[in-house]
Nanobody
């Protein structure tokens, strides 16, 4: 069983930056496919970025070149560095985990077993 706790959300002006962090409890953190999802008001959840146990990384097209996902296995921490933020990035951001590998289901929300409580990001 894995528990995920996000932090780092907040309000920022367009063009600004934020870094989200997710701390995972439980063992074998490094064996999971970890990802960030987001859900804007009135919209479906969408995959933002994922990172697999072997370091393979995937990004949604809309965040490529602006967001960077990383993990620190020693600290059981997943991070999302978000630069050049846009109003359309406004959403609740969730840290999620599922069995590795990520593969083509990395952006499918129903594939993920573990979800954090979410952290709000607002870009104005």
């Amino acid at each position: 069983h894995v528990q995920l706790v996000e932090s780092g959300g907040g309000s920022v002006q367009a063009g600004g930056s934020l870094t989200l962090a997710c701390v995972a409890s439980g063992n074998y953190f490094y064996r999971y496919c970890m990802a960030w999802f987001r859900q804007a008001a009135g919209k479906e959840r969408e995959g933002v970025a994922s990172i697999g146990s072997q370091g393979s990384i995937m990004y949604a097209d809309g965040v490529k070149g602006r967001f960077t996902v990383s993990q620190d296995n020693g600290k059981n921490t997943l991070s999302l560095q978000m630069n050049s933020l846009k109003p359309e990035d406004t959403a609740m951001y969730y840290c999620v985990a599922k069995g590795d590998p990520c593969r083509e289901t990395w952006s499918v929300s129903t594939a993920y077993v573990y979800w954090g409580q979410g952290t709000q990001v607002t870009v104005s």
